[in-house]
């Protein structure tokens, strides 16, 4: 299974503007979502895709807003968890007239594969937005209409799905899977009336443009020379919006679902603070840097010095990263090598320590050691997101049971309380607290039904799958 929780933009000037310039500086806005490679694909031509981040790049930027120039065109940027991190994998990726950039997850990908000629899948040789690129033009074939291949498609394909095409014929379409697991929102630049649609708000702010709105679950978005044009290709009402967005993957200036990500990170925090009241703390630190917003509203909610005891280094080579999102275990600890503790700040002090997900535990280890050798008395760690338990098939990068610090290993039944200690003495905090996904809902203002909370529940119904957990190594066929 290939799960891919990236960044897309589709932009179409009717001024006939390059919109170049304005899918880079949209992708560097969406940078967070993505590290390991970028592209852009524009009708009548063959992608662009480099490794790295999109400012690695940034001695063929004007080769490439010449060489691409174009009134329409689309842009991805990869954080994959399957499949090889090459040049090929990247995207966008074209199939005959159409190019394609994919942000979401394809549970049955092998089974869909089947279906187009029964082209042989592995993580080695494919992903699963090629398939799904392939199954798509298949079915367009029929009557040329995308809005009708999605229909079908939605159907037979299991999983999460955001895409953003442009088709040779010079239009830019964006479509939202019917669930609206992953985020997209459409907004406009008056100045040469451009509409552009991307996975984040933010992606809008870095051009100037204004947010009109989120795209509605299953609705597909046409950008050409006939203007805006929108159609459902899904009527599904049960929507399940990934929770993990709101607490870790979304930049801060964001909207998402009408709501402002830092105001709504805040209140996690102050809603944490009211669930573990820890009265006799002397400070409350971020781990930097989707921590922040909760950490403040942590600290203001109890009246507890707000400090920042963890600085990241930004001139280290990985350092400025998220280590969440890098592929390889080794990037990830020498991401957190480079998050530094103040002992000015620690020495003496009961720590607290909020953090917005605890995953595999790499992270929280080393930053506790960093600060019992910085001098802290007690930390305490609170978690702003739910004890994550079971794989994510929607894509976020945890897809395997063994690598999550809260699975154990042993074949023992653990209660939420035991689990829970057992985990406060792997990662060595004086106490350990996690929020629940009420209280998460709560904060975020909207309904515990309407959003994902799977990794947590083991909850699949809103996939409609009975997944067969496998090993990391199984999945990414190493």
């Known amino acids: 299974m290939v799960k891919e929780n990236c960044g897309v933009v589709g932009i179409f000037s009717l001024d006939g503007a390059n919109v170049i310039p304005m899918i880079i500086d949209s992708l560097r806005a969406l940078q967070h979502r993505g590290q390991e490679a970028w592209g852009l694909a524009i009708p009548k031509k063959q992608p662009y895709k480099q490794l790295g981040l999109v400012s690695s790049g940034v001695s063929d930027f004007d080769r490439v807003t010449r060489e ?25 990726l074209k199939v005959k007239d159409l190019c394609i ?10 089974e869909l594969a089947g279906m187009v000629g029964g082209c042989t899948f592995t993580p080695q040789n494919a992903s699963d937005t090629l398939v799904a690129a392939q199954r798509l033009v298949s079915l367009m074939s029929n009557d040329g209409k995308l809005g009708s291949a999605l229909s079908i498609l939605k159907n037979e394909m299991i999983g999460s799905f955001c895409f953003t095409f442009v088709s040779d ?22 100045d040469n009336n451009t509409y552009i649609v991307a996975s984040e708000s933010a992606a809008l702010s870095a051009v100037g443009a204004k947010l009109i709105r989120d795209v509605k679950p299953g609705e597909l978005i046409k950008i050409s020379d006939a203007g805006l044009e929108s159609e459902m290709f899904s009527d599904d009402k049960r929507q399940a919006h990934c929770s993990f967005e709101f607490t870790y993957f979304a930049h801060p200036t964001s909207v998402m679902e009408g709501t402002n990500i830092y105001i709504t990170r805040k209140r996690i925090g102050q809603l944490l603070a009211r669930k573990f009241p820890i009265r006799d703390a002397d400070i409350v630190i971020p781990v930097p840097d989707s921590a922040r917003p909760a950490a403040l509203g942590y600290a203001q909610e109890l009246g507890i010095s707000f400090e920042e005891g963890l600085l990241k280094d930004r001139y280290s080579r990985k350092g400025p990263l998220r280590s969440f999102i890098e592929p390889h275990q080794a990037d990830r600890v020498e991401i957190n090598r480079w998050i530094i503790p103040i002992t000015q700040v620690i020495n003496g002090k009961h720590v607290v320590v909020v953090d917005d997900s ?31 338990k079971y794989p994510c098939y929607a894509g976020i990068d945890f897809p395997s049971h063994e690598e999550l610090v809260t ?3 042993d074949g023992k039944e653990y209660s939420e309380e035991e689990m829970i200690e ?15 996904a009420k209280n998460l809902a709560d904060a975020i203002g909207m309904d515990t039904n309407s959003m994902c909370f799977t990794c947590s529940s083991g909850d699949y119904s809103t996939l409609g799958i009975k997944p067969i957990f496998k090993s990391r190594a199984e999945i990414k066929g190493e």
Not at 359 to 369: D, L, Q, Y
């Open 68 to 92: 691409y120039a174009s009134p329409a065109a689309i842009g991805h940027v990869r954080y994959s968890t399957i499949g090889k991190s090459n040049l090929e994998n990247a995207q966008p």
């Open 101 to 110: 950039a994919h942000n979401g997850t394809i549970s049955n990908v092998e």
């Open 169 to 190: 014929d010079n239009a830019v379409y964006a479509a939202r899977d019917p669930k609206g697991f992953r985020p997209m929102v459409i907004g406009h630049r008056k």
């Open 358 to 388: 605890l995953v595999r535990g790499t992270s929280s280890k080393a930053i506790i050691k960093a600060l019992r050798r910085a001098g802290a008395r007690k930390i305490s760690m609170v978690i702003t997101f739910p004890p994550i």
């Open 407 to 409: 699975f154990m290993g």
């Open 422 to 436: 057992k985990v406060r003495q792997i990662i060595g905090a004086d106490f350990l607290g996690y929020n629940d």
